[in-house]
């Protein structure tokens, strides 16, 4: 450690759940955070993700001492995990730490908090980019009615409010707001008190489960439209005009929900992010492909769309990018990227997929060989030559390695004769 000085230190923990592993490992975790806290002058971002048990015994942030000796932290990460996934409720991992006091220093820009965080004290006027959720409307607005220079908020839970607040919260900074499912379905308690007329960026994130409440978030239960009528009112009160759109089909279902969100931002966004999480299946995506296929005399949605990513995440079926899923996939791009010699609109501009699968053996040739000169793979390589900004990666997670492949640059290599 004293051969880095003075340059500035970035800590990670991640401390195991299960706890046989965490009593065997507590004793080593504690000497590096105790040989960490000796270097706390240099600082700059501390990431720990662990256990309530292990949050107990985490003394950093409780003293104005070590306020004092921690004045150049940027970025606070803690993340609150299940010490039994399975078993534990969320409830009992939480009495054990409601009652933890943290001080954050002034220089803090970034945090993010996944559990009720009352005796937080924090310089809420610098923080640009805050992660977690609230349990009552006086909590939600004693802390962003302070973050005025707040760029990026994601809101992972709003427990079920039933009194409105008093006032109104405008975070005329706000440039990118996230919304988990969780939180999506309460916004409508706080809807109309609650403004962001600078935002550019919107996300629906799924795939999280969030042990910070005292009920589990994750219901099995998608969104539908008119459980997202709070998520509508605040970007039409707000008046926003969205650049950037990503949706996780994990969070919302069928049509309904996309048609109404899809045209209340269709005609400023120009970059759009689909990504088919665990929760979602083949036919919902293939139904909202051929919604965003450009088709002659309809009208078109997301017109100034230069930029479209589609990834399908870890634990997705392959099933999703192969068979239906990739013809409409290829229609689609076609449409948008033929589109402008017919209408007066932007061509797409840059296009990205991904796939990405957790593997027990090393399987690379049986899950690939299928997309290799597939037709969209020859189709992708074809408009790359015609100027698209095109990549298209897979991603195996297997136990003892990540291996990355290049979708196009294999179908070159296997199909020479076309390219």
Request: glycine letters at 4%.
């Amino acid at each position: 450690m004293p051969l880095s000085y003075p340059h500035p230190l970035d800590i990670t923990l991640c401390i195991p759940s299960n706890e046989e592993r965490f009593s065997e490992d507590i004793v080593i975790i504690t000497d590096a955070v105790k040989l960490l806290r000796t270097h706390s002058l240099r600082w700059r971002s501390f990431s720990c993700e662990g256990p309530a048990s292990f949050f107990n015994q985490l003394p950093i942030f409780s003293t104005v001492e070590e306020l004092r000796l921690l004045r150049r932290l940027e970025k606070l990460d803690l993340v609150l995990i299940p010490e039994d996934p399975f078993t534990a409720s969320p409830a009992s991992d939480l009495s054990r730490i409601s009652n933890i006091k943290y001080i954050a220093p002034p220089s803090l820009r970034h945090l993010r908090i996944t559990f009720p965080f009352p005796h937080l004290n924090a310089t809420w006027m610098n923080v640009t980019s805050f992660t977690g959720g609230f349990d009552s409307h006086q909590h939600f607005y004693d802390v962003l009615s302070h973050l005025d220079t707040l760029e990026i908020l994601h809101l992972t839970h709003l427990y079920p409010l039933t009194i409105p607040p008093r006032r109104s919260v405008a975070l005329s900074g706000l440039r990118h707001l996230k919304l988990s499912r969780c939180a999506i379905v309460e916004l409508s308690t706080i809807a109309a008190y609650f403004r962001c007329p600078a935002l550019r960026a919107l996300s629906l994130v799924g795939g999280l489960h969030i042990h910070h409440v005292t009920q589990s978030c994750d219901k099995g239960e998608k969104l539908t439209a008119a459980m997202a009528t709070g998520l509508f009112d605040i970007l039409e009160q707000s008046k926003v005009a969205l650049q950037e759109l990503n949706v996780d089909l994990g969070v919302s279902v069928g049509s309904p929900f996309h048609e109404r969100l899809f045209t209340a931002v269709s005609e400023t966004v120009r970059t759009l992010r689909i990504c088919s999480s665990f929760a979602s299946k083949s036919l919902e995506l293939e139904a909202l492909l051929d919604q965003l296929s450009y088709e002659d005399n309809s009208q078109v949605l997301f017109p100034m769309l230069h930029e479209l990513k589609l990834v399908a995440d870890k634990g997705v079926s392959d099933a999703l990018f192969r068979g239906p899923v990739l013809n409409a996939m290829e229609r689609l791009i076609a449409s948008r990227w033929e589109a402008r010699a017919k209408v007066d609109f932007p061509r797409l501009q840059k296009l990205y997929l991904q796939r990405s699968q957790i593997l027990d053996d090393y399987e690379e040739e049986a899950y690939i060989s299928p997309v290799i000169g597939s037709s969209l793979a020859l189709a992708l390589l074809k408009y790359r030559l015609e100027g698209l900004d095109v990549e298209w990666l897979d991603i195996y997670y297997y136990p003892a390695m990540d291996l990355t492949v290049d979708v196009l640059e294999k179908t070159r290599s296997y199909v020479p004769a076309v390219l």
